[in-house]
């Protein structure tokens, strides 16, 4: 039995060795240099082997290589390969929304893409302290209003920097509940109103 075991472990072994060589072939007879490149790109991302970046010419389509198996593998460490800003930022903020864990998200360059990951990932865990993170305070607060819309709670309203939306929220979520109790809590006072008013 144990002689089995250690047979079988060696043809897969075996098995497993000849097909990535066979992929590597089926890439190296490629003439197209853009094919050929994106055929270990693709290779090196189900393997995620690095080694078949490696065979990439462009220093830029090789950053792209890395972050495509770091982006697979969901592993933030393998981003440490890339040498590229642009390629690394799309690394980063890549791990980010695909393990909704919003640190990465902090050491992106450009000002949009952290909006776009701390959003992502507030919506998507409807966590409003996410939301915060967002810097943009107008895109923070609309953030923050998904996440009260998600949770239908008005209380996620008030964490909002402006008054006049938050009490805007307040009062769409009342009416959206038909929980006149609600309105009490807007401090806008024409918006009470207007929300007492509707639900009387």
């Not at 197209?32 to 690095?50: F, G, H, Q, R």
Request: negative net charge.
């Amino acid at each position: 039995m144990k002689w089995t075991i250690l047979l079988l472990a060696v043809l897969l072994c075996i098995t497993g060795c000849s097909i990535g060589k066979v992929a590597s072939n089926s890439c190296e007879i490629i003439d197209d240099i853009t094919e050929k490149e994106d055929c270990y790109v693709k290779l090196a991302s189900s393997t995620l082997n690095p080694d078949y970046c490696e065979k990439i010419n462009s220093p830029l389509t090789v950053d792209y290589c890395h972050e495509e198996i770091a982006v697979s593998s969901k592993d933030l460490s393998k981003c440490h390969a890339i040498t590229s800003k642009y390629w690394l930022d799309v690394c980063y903020k890549e791990i980010a929304k695909a393990t909704l864990n919003p640190s990465p998200c902090f050491a992106l360059s450009a000002v949009s893409d952290k909006i776009e990951c701390f959003d992502f990932i507030g919506q998507k865990e409807n966590d409003y302290t996410i939301c915060q993170e967002i810097p943009d305070v107008e895109k923070s607060d609309n953030c923050v209003k998904k996440v009260a819309y998600a949770l239908n709670d008005s209380n996620v309203c008030l964490q909002m920097s402006s008054k006049l939306l938050a009490s805007a929220c307040q009062g769409n979520l009342a009416i959206r509940l038909k929980d006149k109790s609600l309105c009490s809590n807007i401090s806008i006072v024409e918006i009470k109103e207007e929300c007492i008013k509707q639900l009387s």
